[in-house]
């Protein structure tokens, strides 16, 4: 017997509590023709930039209707660099209205948070696949992103996503004109909990670059990111 067809609406109820830890690890490589390189080292100059960050958070939902919820987070998040063998501790308390049925997002998102903006409104079964186009900002710059969804496992109680997305790089925020358009890219997993209505595991890999030919070497910079999000609802 087959599941159930899904509609990904995420649902919240007022009062609702959750606990949501967010883990990433990132290196941005400084990416040099190796006589640059080599005096940069000698130079005491970090050529990759590597940090380490956990993220704990207590969610409440202040309000929700069909179309959004507002979530107030308090949040610590510990941020390890890894280079210089320093670590700080950060701590936010605010609340932010979220969509929760599917609508496209005009401004730019984490490529993270793009994976899940603009959801479908069609039920949808085994093998399902769209396509959305977000507005994405990653540190390297800003650009668009079109990102493959594809439905991987599907059962009463939950539902994989798999999601891999591509882009360009276009923005000039970090004013690196010279080494634009970049490339940036996604791909992982998004596990809908079809009973809380909300998804509770997210592990993604991301890659964005910057990086053109210095004659015959090349210039620019190169960034790797591991993110893994666990969602829990309290009963």
Do not use: C, Q
Not at 72 to 89: F, K, M, N
Not at 188 to 202: H, I, L, N, Q
């Amino acid at each position: 017997m087959h599941p159930a067809a899904l509609t990904l609406l995420m649902h919240f109820a007022r009062g609702e509590h959750l606990a949501e830890t967010v883990s990433s690890s990132d290196r941005v490589a400084w990416v040099l023709p190796k006589v640059k390189l080599e005096a940069a080292r000698r130079n005491g100059i970090v050529i990759v930039e590597d940090t380490v960050s956990v993220t704990i958070a207590a969610l409440s939902v202040v309000s929700a209707d069909a179309a959004t919820a507002t979530i107030h987070s308090i949040a610590r998040t510990v941020t390890l660099d890894v280079p210089r063998r320093t670590s700080a501790t950060t701590r936010s308390n605010a609340a932010a209205a979220y969509r929760t049925d599917g609508g496209h997002s005009a401004s730019s998102l984490s490529p993270v948070d793009a994976v899940l903006a603009d959801l479908p409104h069609a039920d949808l079964s085994l093998g399902a696949r769209w396509t959305t186009h977000e507005l994405v900002l990653t540190k390297l710059g800003s650009g668009e992103m079109e990102i493959v969804h594809t439905v991987t496992a599907l059962s009463d109680a939950s539902a994989t996503i798999d999601v891999k997305g591509f882009g360009s790089i276009t923005g000039v925020e970090y004013d690196l004109p010279h080494l634009l358009p970049g490339k940036m890219f996604i791909s992982g997993t998004a596990v809908f909990d079809r009973v809380s209505g909300t998804f509770v595991r997210e592990t993604y890999a991301l890659h964005n670059s910057l990086i053109k030919p210095d004659r015959d070497e090349h210039i620019g910079f190169d960034e790797h990111e591991n993110v893994a999000i666990t969602t829990v609802v309290d009963p």
